[in-house]
């Protein structure tokens, strides 16, 4: 059978979902598509729509911030703007050592491309990237 002809939805793990929905709606702009509880937390799930039917979820659980690579990657037609949009709206670029990022935060990526990061709250790291 296998898993690849069947949807998949990423989901982020968070510490304490209001000061998640301040950064996931506030800063980065997604709109909430549904809300409901996280394992027996009341209210602590929400979801967001994304670009081509994807979705994001984002849960609030004692386990949150572990990771220590990106858990979600949007792929944009314009980084420049993507990132002063963010910047304005108060998103942290993390800079990473040995990776050639720019003063403003924008690396090249791998294969081709450039890539920015931004970190949520819990230090979840959300990556940006285009194909110029």
Do not use: C, H
Request: no cysteine; charged share 25%.
């Amino acid at each position: 059978m296998g898993l690849s002809d069947f949807p998949v939805r990423a989901s982020i793990g968070v510490t304490d979902i209001r000061r998640a929905v301040d950064f996931y709606e506030g800063i980065l702009g997604l709109e909430k598509a549904g809300e409901g509880p996280s394992a027996d937390i009341a209210g602590g799930g929400r979801s967001y729509r994304a670009g081509g039917g994807t979705m994001l979820n984002v849960f609030e659980t004692p386990n949150a911030g572990g990771a220590k690579s990106t858990v979600a990657t949007w792929y944009v037609d314009d980084l420049e703007t993507v990132l002063d949009e963010l910047s304005r709206a108060g998103a942290e670029i993390p800079r990473y050592e040995g990776l050639g990022q720019d003063e403003r935060g924008v690396a090249p990526r791998a294969g081709g491309g450039r890539i920015f990061w931004v970190a949520d709250p819990d230090g979840n790291t959300i990556a940006i990237e285009a194909e110029r």
